[in-house]
T-cell receptor, first 114, second 111 residues
Framework: DAGVIQSPRHEVTEMGQEVTLRCKPI?????LFWYRQTMMRGLELLIY????????DSGMPEDRFSAKMPNASFSTLKIQPSEPRDSAVYFC????????????FGPGTRLTVT | GDSVTQMEGPVTLSEEAFLTINCTYT??????LFWYVQYPGEGLQLLLK?????DKGSNKGFEATYRKETTSFHLEKGSVQVSDSAVYFC??????????FGKGTTLSVSS
């Protein structure tokens, strides 16, 4: 199994530009999560989907952030316009059904906004 | 709401020392409990889990026991190695909701 795949691994952009992060969950998993990790705030849940439907987006910082999951094998997190304070590592994770509820994380996208 | 509290780091140990990282939780129901590990520059990896009271999760020499009476899930290892240097996160999940993480504890092991 390839695990959770994220792209790009690194992104450097200028303030005001649009940024799109991509995630491919593990095949057969029905839940997908987006997290943000910073030194100051640690790991924060941004949004999660169940069967492609957004269930909880209360962690999305503001309207500049949006996430979509058009099908079971793909999700995007978009920031428009980007700001320096968005600089962080963004992780995608997926989870299958059943007991335990463990999530499997991708390698993350390190975003730097200058 | 639910929350996880873990000991502040960094924890600095010599190789072969005993490790304990404390974790306590607050939950309204009966959560599953997890320890994740993050090596430098990588994503989080599941280290071990426990789904009900008195369960013991174990992996790679690490152990943690789900203690409902003390709402704790402390991570232990009898003899740490330099390769165990990483950030360790305690987490919980109730009824299939998203994971709630502690702030992480950095472990540094020297030879």
């Amino acid at each position: 199994d390839a695990g959770v795949i994220q792209s790009p691994r690194h992104e450097v952009t200028e303030m005001g530009q649009e940024v799109t992060l991509r995630c491919k969950p593990i095949s057969g998993h029905n839940s997908l999560f987006w997290y943000r990790q910073t030194m100051m705030r640690g790991l924060e849940l941004l949004i999660y989907f169940n069967n492609n439907v957004p269930i909880d987006d209360s962690g999305m910082p503001e309207d500049r952030f949006s996430a979509k999951m058009p099908n079971a094998s793909f999700s995007t997190l978009k920031i428009q316009p980007s700001e320096p304070r968005d600089s962080a590592v963004y992780f995608c994770a997926s989870r299958g059904q059943g007991a335990g509820y463990e999530q499997y994380f991708g390698p993350g996208t390190r975003l730097t906004v200058t | 709401g639910d929350s996880v509290t873990q000991m502040e780091g960094p924890v600095t140990l010599s190789e072969e020392a005993f490790l304990t990282i404390n974790c306590t939780y607050t939950a309204t129901g009966y959560p599953s409990l997890f320890w994740y590990v993050q090596y430098p520059g990588e994503g989080l990896q599941l280290l071990l889990k426990a789904t009900k009271a008195d369960d013991k999760g174990s992996n790679k020499g690490f152990e943690a026991t789900y203690r409902k009476e003390t709402t704790s899930f402390h991570l232990e290892k009898g003899s740490v190695q330099v390769s165990d240097s990483a950030v360790y996160f305690c987490a919980l999940s109730e009824a299939g909701t998203a994971l709630i993480f502690g702030k992480g504890t950095t472990l540094s092991v020297s030879s």
